[in-house]
């Protein structure tokens, strides 16, 4: 074979379509690596999003160092359970929301399914917002090289960006991953670039928290939330969506750390960026933020700012295309990602319109871990726990009446609403209405992902144990 042949081998390879719904991933299609699953990860995690997040850390009152040691031991206990569950992926070959089938029933997992697929929607619009901020916004990068568009381009940027995502994502995987592939390194390249010129332009200030007592812990609790241990739960209900793609001959650990690394290392970093950068006194507008600290570099600054949106949102609209299908409708996934991104587009339009995105995304964050936190126990139970880590394959997708896991398991619906009610009481968001009382007995102490976490699982485990610890016949090996 000539090299020109091999190279368009290796490019239909590349970017061939995938034509996998919800099945099973079979053996001879799994030929992803780890390394490719640190790239899809990292890609996912190296955007804007991240670095404005690393702004509430200031915002809340806290100091750099304050800030820097709840990013860093938050994501250290987030990316280590994300890190977990994308084993499950791996081993079995099977996407999360059919996985929940093995705890929730055949019929049952619909609940958290609709729940995921509403959850992909609404990332796909809050994503697309902050690069319109950071490009089109008051001083912006567009601001800096002399183009002052108005609310017109800001739309138009918008929409052009949700489409080459839509585009990607109904592709599917391969193209998902080697769009990565090629695109993060250099994204990466340019980060540390950006890292560098933050801390030697802005006056980073370390010290000075302007909270004490309860306010700090408080603040804490919230930042933890928000881009802490929050971060890496909010990642758990798509976790097994790629790595189904991995192939066998590589281990638990390998898969473990490449996917745990691919989401800690970004996000810790570009937080601590954000945070950094915040303290200089250039106010917590992430649009001013970037073009006060970065104006001499605004072109490749505006690569690194449109990449993270498509990186992270080709993601989404996947697996909001895969959550879909887990509800036993039978639809295209190009239908599925149209929807995906007419609803995602609503959601830009509302935090565009936003006075206070801030305040906006901490609201909206709260409201993912109350719900992914108590699913999570569950699962956990389940899978590590009671099945430990085997798995009828082939019954996850049998009719409710033949499933081996029945068609509605009552244990683990209860246990997850009683789970979400322990998430709510001790949930300290910004509306009053996501405010538990026993987090404002604790000064205002958000501790909604612990407590969902751990009432989820443990009344799983009692009212459920009985039924489930029962062996499984005849485990399938995918």
Known sequence: MSIVEQEKRELSEAI????????????????????????????????????????????????????????????????????????????????????????????????????????????????????????????????????????????????????VQVVIAIWGFYLIRTFEKYTVPLTAAIMVAMTALAFTKVDVHWGGSQVAGGDKISAMAALMTAIGIGWGISW??????????????????????????????????LAILGAAIATGGQGTDPAQLVAAAFGAMAIPVLFVVLHGPIATNILNIYSCSLAFLSLGLKVKRPIVAAIAGIIGTIVLVAFVESESFAHSFDNWMVSIVVWISPWAGITIVEYFIVRRQEIDIAGLYLPPEESPYGDVNIPAIIALALGLLAGWLFEFGVRPEMQGPIAKALDNTDLSWLAGMVVGGGVYYLLGGARVRQPVTAPTAT
Not at 45 to 69: D, Q, Y
Not at 115 to 128: E, P
């Open 236 to 269: 758990l209900t798509m976790s097994s969506d790629y790595p189904r793609f991995v192939n066998p001959k590589y281990s638990k650990k390998q898969v473990f750390w490449a996917t745990s690394l691919g989401m800690f290392i970004p996000t810790v970093w």
């Open 16 to 163: 061939r379509l995938d034509a996998h719904g919800i099945e099973p991933v079979p053996v001879a299609d799994r030929d992803s690596t780890p390394l490719q699953q640190f790239w899809v990860w990292m890609g996912a995690n190296l955007a804007p999003i991240n670095w404005v997040l690393g702004t509430l850390g200031p915002i809340f009152g806290l100091s750099l160092i304050e800030t820097i040691l709840v990013v860093v031991i938050g994501n250290l206990v987030g990316c280590a359970l994300f890190g977990l569950f994308a084993t499950m992926g791996h081993k079995t070959g099977v996407n999360q929301m059919v996985l929940s089938r093995s705890a929730f029933g055949r019929r049952g997992a619909y609940i958290p399914a609709a729940a995921q697929l509403l959850l992909t929607m609404g990332w796909i619009g809050v994503n697309t917002w902050v690069i319109l901020d950071l490009v089109v916004g008051d001083q912006g990068l567009l601001d800096k090289l002399g183009y002052h568009g108005g609310q017109g381009t800001r739309y138009f940027v918008g929409m052009l960006v949700m489409l």
